[in-house]
């Protein structure tokens, strides 16, 4: 099967949509990104989650998962200035400097051989124990884990299972014009 100019112009439009949404800068809307999350580990089979945490960056978001799969450990402890909550401590405390960890701060000898603890990195950058404030004051607490991955069944599987069908629908000629009107 072969697409039909109005088949590619269609294409074009919706990876125009893609595009734009990809690099939109606005603010997200959370109500209805969470209800997509829930949605997608529905339509996977899986419970929802039982929380689903904000951070302002990609970078965060990947500080965020290190925490949250245990890679990166929150060694602060909840007493230090930099792990609590904005004025606990001291004023500016969940804003950290460089100036303010100090190595008698790391809590080394809590930490796994494979491990890297807030305390050692953030001697350097203060916003690794920003991100792990921001994620105690959306409810997470520091050792607890957010479990395995849910990747491969939420979106990995529901991607391939769409694409099959596309190309059941399009044949692999049909597919092949789609997939090369999409790179051009």
């Not at 209800?35 to 978001?61: K, T």
């Not at 965020?64 to 904005?86: C, I, N, R």
């Not at 124990?129 to 997470?140: I, P, S, T």
Request: zero cysteines.
């Amino acid at each position: 099967m072969r697409l039909t100019h109005e088949q590619e112009a269609m294409a074009a439009a919706v990876e125009d949509q893609w595009l734009a949404a990809a690099v939109e800068t606005g603010p997200g809307d959370r109500g209805a990104a969470e209800a997509g999350v829930r949605e997608a580990y529905r339509l996977a089979g899986l419970p929802a989650p039982e929380r689903i945490y904000w951070v302002g960056s990609p970078r965060a978001g990947a500080a965020a998962m290190a925490l949250l799969s245990g890679d990166l450990v929150d060694d602060l402890g909840a007493g230090h200035p930099g792990a609590g909550h904005p004025g606990a401590g001291h004023p500016g405390a969940g804003h950290l400097g460089a100036d303010q960890l100090g190595a008698d701060q790391v809590g080394a000898d809590r930490l796994g051989a494979d491990q890297v603890g807030i305390g050692h990195l953030a001697a350097g950058s203060g916003w690794l124990a920003e991100v792990a404030g921001e994620l105690r004051r959306q409810g997470w607490v520091p050792g607890e884990s957010a479990g395995s991955s849910v990747r491969r069944r939420v979106r990995t599987e529901p991607w391939a299972a769409a694409r099959k069908a596309a190309v059941v629908a399009l044949g692999s000629d049909g597919w092949a014009q789609l997939s090369l009107s999409l790179i051009h």
